[in-house]
C-alpha cells in the first residue's frame, strides 16, 4: 500500500527554522514528483512547493518561495520541506502528496504551532 508519513512538526518561536520530512513506502518513490501542501486554522488547503522526480526542478508559491526549500532525497524515498524565517502565519498542518498538478495520495500531516 501508498503510505506517506510527515514530521518534523512542532512548535517554533517566530524567526526561528524547521525542516518537515516525508517519509514514503508502497511505490517507487524515483518515478514522482512530490508536493508540500498546508492548512492553517479556519482555512482551505493552499500548496506551497512541489518538486520533480529527480529533485532537479522545484516550484514554490510566489509568496512563499523565499522562505520555504523543497528538497527530496530519493536513496531514502523521502522529501523534505524546511521553512526559514517563521512567523506565526506558517503555523499550519502541512502535508506531503504524491504528485503535483494531480495529488493521488496524501499523507495524514503534522502541526507546526508558531509561537512565541
Known amino acids: 500500500d501508498v503510505e506517506l508519513v510527515e514530521s518534523g512538526g512542532g512548535l517554533v518561536q517566530p524567526g526561528g527554522s524547521l525542516r518537515l520530512a516525508c517519509t514514503t513506502s508502497?511505490?517507487?518513490?524515483?518515478?514522482?514528483?512530490m508536493s508540500w501542501v498546508r492548512q492553517a486554522p479556519g482555512n482551505g488547503l493552499e500548496w506551497v512547493s512541489g518538486?520533480?522526480?529527480?529533485?532537479?526542478?522545484?516550484i514554490s508559491t510566489h509568496t512563499l518561495k523565499d522562505h520555504f526549500t523543497i528538497s527530496r532525497d530519493n536513496a531514502k524515498n523521502t522529501t523534505y520541506l524546511r521553512i526559514d524565517n517563521v512567523s506565526v502565519e506558517n503555523t499550519a498542518v502541512y502535508y506531503c502528496?504524491?504528485?503535483?498538478?494531480?495529488?493521488?495520495?496524501w499523507g495524514t500531516g503534522t502541526l507546526v504551532t508558531v509561537t512565541s
Open positions: 502528496g504524491r504528485g503535483v498538478y494531480s495529488i493521488e495520495h
Open positions: 508502497g511505490f517507487i518513490f524515483g518515478h514522482y514528483a
Open positions: 518538486i520533480d522526480e529527480t529533485g532537479t526542478i522545484t
